[in-house]
């Protein structure tokens, strides 16, 4: 069966230093890969994206790899600050493969940065 | 509009109630999606539009869910003889246009709370 999996258990992480969230696929092969924070009360926002012919892509202190083989996708944050502390949602997105385009999200992680 | 817009915010209906859940998306944003997401789970897909025509309605639980989009633009939701377990929140995303280049991810409203009771 199709599984997507991050870490259902809140990550706590002291400010200043880099959070690592991992996004697990199965039974999928995606043309893309998004992330997404969520806050509270409100609607994801998107962050990154990346292709499934790139390795990696970084924004601002943000860096996000891609392996195939794998089938997983790291998420980092740098230089964690208290207010990078929300949920963060990973995405497939099959591309022209399946008709649509619609996102198929993961569980998502909690992020708490602690001052 | 700056943002896509949901309304209302939060809805409570009794079992057995019909709801509409209304989203304006960004203008001239081509896609428009809707999710349900449940507490403390991911959005889960419901359906999709290109314009005013529904090219996917896989995600949509059972016939008491119909979504539309006459003119292309505002899209609704419509929930009939709700249940409790249609308790959710219901995201709706919009995207510029051509699936083939996501490159800016999706737009999402912050979603409609509704509560059954």
């Known amino acids: 069966s199709q599984k997507i999996e991050q870490n259902s258990e809140a990550l706590n992480i002291q400010e200043g230093k880099t959070a690592t969230l991992t996004c697990n696929y199965t039974?999928?092969?995606?043309?893309?890969l998004q992330w997404y924070r969520q806050d509270p009360g409100r609607g994801p926002v998107f962050l990154l994206l990346?292709?499934?012919?790139?390795k990696e892509k970084r924004k601002e202190r943000l860096k996000v790899t891609f392996d195939t083989t794998l089938k997983q996708s790291l998420f980092h944050i740098t230089a964690s600050q208290p207010a990078d502390s929300a949920t963060y949602l990973c995405?497939?997105?099959?591309?022209?493969?399946?008709?649509?385009?619609?996102?198929?999200f993961g569980g998502g992680t909690r992020v708490l940065v602690k001052p | 509009g700056a943002g896509v817009s949901q309304s209302p915010r939060y809805k409570v209906a009794k079992r057995g109630q019909d709801v509409a859940l209304r989203c304006d998306p960004i203008s001239g944003h081509v896609s428009l999606f809707w999710y349900q997401q449940a507490l403390g789970q991911g959005p889960e897909f419901l359906t999709y539009?290109?314009?005013?025509?529904?090219?996917?309605k896989s995600g949509l639980p059972s016939d008491r869910f119909f979504a539309e989009r006459p003119e292309g633009s505002v899209s609704t939701l419509k929930i009939q003889r709700t249940q409790q377990e249609d308790s959710a929140v219901y995201l709706c995303a919009s995207s510029l246009g051509s699936p083939r280049l996501p490159t800016r991810g999706y737009t999402f409203g912050s979603g409609t709370r509704l509560t059954v009771v």
């Open positions: 995405a497939l997105d099959m591309g022209i493969k399946a008709a649509g385009n619609k996102l198929t």
């Open positions: 539009f290109q314009n005013e025509a529904q090219l996917d």
């Open positions: 039974n999928y092969s995606p043309a893309y």
């Open positions: 990346i292709r499934e012919n790139e």
